[in-house]
């Protein structure tokens, strides 16, 4: 279970670093104050900030309840005062890390004595908020079969509606200094019951159970509801305080974790400890889990193109190598024909080469579309044909070995592809005026590969294809991940979105290489679509329709119908299709095939567009 990566003693070096980069900061006052003669309480070493006054420090005989113990990952146990004090941005549960699996029980009652940190699951540089824990302890049980202090409802009502406050300008923007306002903001809630023992009702899932057992769901059922059940993630405000990441305490061993999708609810109470974790901030690690209750979800069917219609889509399929189970080459080809009613264009990104991660200078992935295109055929599809230009090795970034490229696939019976040149690697095709029209000096082709902006990441593929009578221009792309930008449940407010500043840069060559086709033909039919890796309300999005040179499709869809991936129990677009002004009259589908439902062929679901040239 991937639950929070073991502490280990590069923790004590972690926390000595983020100490001496203001991260940390404590109250030396506070700390003075509470070495007193009075015992120290749990609340005392928590603090009214997220970091302890007491960070550094020897603290003995805190008393507590254990409310949960963790045999695995992170071992340890949590404690709570039964005896609260009456400020509520002060915790009452702490995390107590033992790194063997602990020899107490839920309902002992015990003293412990041990060393104050503040744990930063991923590390300093994640921008992950910490978790304040006592370590090398030494444990003595005082009683056990205690009753354990009542849990704290978390609710749509307890709950505030504004997610963090703004970071301190004068802390690069950290909100690890500001007094906790758990009245006001989410975010403040949420830490102000770190470790402490709380509980939730019958909820919606809004992000399916994943391989790492966990799910998440909203005690929101109302906010920025999606039409099937989610929770949509329409803008950089609309962060929905209402998610929480259900984990269990029991092993999976013991006890499987629950299979839900999106839409589903987990009903009755569920109950345990309040943790942060790097894979998603605040988790209710339960003790007792609720009912899952399945609802009606199945996956979308678009409906097929008319015979004067051209169907355009993309999809992401994973990283498909031939050394993927047949059973996902068969699920994602029947996707295609069942799901996608076999488009007359796809565009594909994630095709590996042809020993996937194997990391020996192979770069063809003629195998892999040899036996994708077939199992398309063997589920009633076209015979698709495929053009595409194989990267360099180790050039184009993803899984290591793998060197993932887009790749057009085509109907010969509804569409021709217009060879010109197929262009390698290195070369850049480029537009040209032919007989009046605008034209490419490679079909297929990559746009501007020597640009900085594509140093490992995917060149984007460009193709022009006739389709009765008129040429379209297709621009397959697949973006630069949001690899190394802060969670929404960041210390710094707002979260550091570093990997934009690429996604940036691509989006304005390939609105360049646009617009350069709309100076030679203004009409053009130009479709640039794929993996575009960033949100429709993104810089990113706005660069690529700079100009007016293009519309991001899925913008015409009802606000509750835009997304294409489910991350952290948000749903979100990260796929696209955008059309130049020629094609004026359209219909759009976002596919939802992958993205809500725990088994998953791709964690992408497919988007299409439909338009007549």
């Known amino acids: 279970m991937r639950s929070s990566h073991p502490r280990s003693a590069a923790v004590a070096a972690l926390v000595a670093t983020a100490l001496a980069t203001g991260l940390l900061a404590g109250s030396a006052d506070a700390a003075e104050g509470a070495a007193s003669a009075d015992p120290i309480r749990i609340h005392d070493i928590q603090g009214t900030t997220r970091i302890s006054p007491l960070i550094g420090k020897q603290v003995s005989d805190v008393e507590g309840i254990v409310t949960g113990v963790r045999t695995y990952g992170s071992r340890g146990f949590w404690i709570q005062d039964p005896d609260a004090d009456d400020n509520a941005a002060t915790s009452e549960g702490v995390f107590v890390f033992t790194s063997s699996v602990p020899t107490v029980a839920v309902g002992d009652a015990v003293k412990v004595s041990g060393l104050v940190g503040e744990y930063i699951p991923g590390g300093v540089s994640s ?143 569920t109950e345990g400890p309040l943790d942060f974790n790097q894979f998603g901030g605040y988790t209710l690690v339960a003790r007792t889990l609720g009912t899952v209750k399945a609802g009606t979800l199945a996956p979308e069917k678009t409906k097929p193109q008319a015979a004067n219609e051209l169907a355009v889509a993309t999809y992401n399929v994973e990283n498909l190598d031939p050394t993927d189970p047949q059973e996902k080459f068969d699920n994602l080809a029947k996707a295609v024909v069942e799901n996608l009613a076999s488009p007359d264009i796809v565009a594909l990104e994630e095709i590996q080469d042809d020993n996937g991660a194997k990391n020996d200078g192979t770069v063809s992935a003629e195998q892999t579309l040899t036996k994708f295109t077939a199992a398309v055929a063997a589920a009633g599809g076209p015979a698709y044909q495929w053009r595409t230009v194989n990267p360099e090795d180790k050039k184009d970034g993803g899984e290591p070995g793998g060197n993932i490229r887009q790749v057009f696939l085509f109907n010969p019976a509804r569409v021709s592809f217009t060879e010109r040149a197929p262009g390698d690697a290195v070369t850049a095709t480029a537009v040209v005026k032919e007989n009046g029209k605008a034209a490419l000096t490679h079909s297929p082709g990559r746009i501007d590969p020597a640009n900085p902006a594509w140093a490992d990441s995917r060149k984007p593929l460009a193709g022009e294809f006739v389709f009765r009578g008129k040429t379209v221009f297709v621009i397959a792309n697949h973006f630069g991940s949001k690899g190394g930008d802060e969670g929404l449940a960041s210390h710094h407010q707002p979260p550091v979105r570093s990997s934009e500043a690429k996604r940036l840069l691509q989006a304005q060559a390939v609105n360049g290489f646009v617009k350069d086709i709309l100076a030679t033909e203004k009409n053009a039919n130009v479709i640039a679509l794929g993996d575009i890796n960033d949100f429709e309300f993104s810089a990113t999005a706005n660069a690529l329709a700079d100009g007016g040179a293009l519309y991001p499709a899925i913008k015409s869809l009802p606000k509750a119908e835009r997304y294409s991936y489910v991350y952290q129990g948000n749903a979100q677009v990260l796929d696209q299709i955008l059309t130049s002004p020629a094609i004026k009259s359209f219909t759009y589908d976002s596919v939802h095939v992958n993205a809500e439902f725990a088994a998953q062929n791709s964690d992408h679901d497919p988007q299409v567009l439909r338009f007549r040239p």
């Open 127 to 269: 921008g992950n908020q910490s978790v304040t824990q006592i370590s090398k302890p030494a444990v003595t049980v005082v009683s056990s079969g205690n009753a354990l202090p009542e849990a704290t409802a978390v609710n749509e009502y307890s709950v505030p509606a504004e997610y963090a406050p703004a970071g301190d300008p004068a802390a690069a923007g950290s909100i690890n200094g500001l007094t906790l306002d758990p009245a006001r903001y989410a975010l403040d809630y949420y830490e102000s019951l770190e470790g402490m023992d709380v509980r939730i009702g019958t909820s919606r899932v809004v992000g399916a159970t994943d391989p790492y057992a966990e799910l998440w769901v909203t005690v929101k059922g109302w906010e920025n509801q999606a039409k099937r059940g989610g929770t949509i993630y329409g803008s950089y405000e609309s962060q929905n305080t209402g998610r929480l990441q259900i984990q269990q305490l029991a092993p999976l061993a013991q006890q499987p974790f629950p299979v839900a999708n999106v839409g589903d609810k987990l009903t009755g109470t």
